[in-house]
C-alpha cells in the first residue's frame, strides 16, 4: 500500500518562500511520475507540477512557472516543492500525488494516489 506524507506547509507573507516535501512509502517510487496539485477554498483542484520519473521530464502550471521548481530524490523516496515569491492567489491546500505512469502528466485523472495534502496561506 503506498502512502504518500506532505510536509512544509505553513503562513507566510506574500514574496516569501517555503518548500514543500513529500515522502513516498513504496519500493517502486523511481518508476513512476510524481506532481502536486493545489486546491483553494471554494476552487476545484487544479495541476501545479508534475515531474516524470527520471526528473528529465517537468511540467508547471502557467501561474507558477519561474515561482517554483519541482525536484525529486529516488534514493530517498521524496519529491519537493520549491514555492518563491509567493502570492496571496497560491494560497490553498496542496497535495502531492502518485501516477502509476512514468511521465509527468498535469491531468488529475492520471494520478493513483494522494497524500492528505498540507495547508500553504499566503497573507501579510
Known amino acids: 500500500q503506498v502512502q504518500l506524507v506532505e510536509s512544509g506547509g505553513g503562513l507566510v507573507q506574500p514574496g516569501g518562500s517555503l518548500r514543500l516535501s513529500c515522502a513516498a512509502s513504496?519500493?517502486?517510487?523511481?518508476?513512476?511520475?510524481m506532481g502536486w496539485f493545489r486546491q483553494s477554498l471554494g476552487k476545484a483542484r487544479e495541476f501545479v507540477a508534475s515531474?516524470?520519473?527520471?526528473?528529465?521530464?517537468?511540467n508547471y502550471t502557467d501561474s507558477v512557472k519561474g515561482r517554483f521548481t519541482i525536484s525529486r530524490d529516488n534514493n530517498k523516496n521524496t519529491v519537493d516543492l520549491q514555492m518563491n515569491n509567493l502570492k496571496a492567489d497560491d494560497t490553498a491546500v496542496y497535495y502531492c500525488?502518485?501516477?502509476?505512469?512514468?511521465?509527468?502528466?498535469?491531468?488529475?485523472?492520471?494520478?493513483?494516489?494522494w497524500g492528505q495534502g498540507t495547508q500553504v496561506t499566503v497573507s501579510s
Open positions: 515531474i516524470s520519473r527520471s526528473g528529465k521530464i517537468i
Open positions: 513504496t519500493s517502486g517510487f523511481s518508476d513512476k511520475g
Open positions: 500525488a502518485m501516477t502509476p505512469r512514468t511521465g509527468a502528466w498535469t491531468v488529475d485523472t492520471a494520478y493513483t494516489y
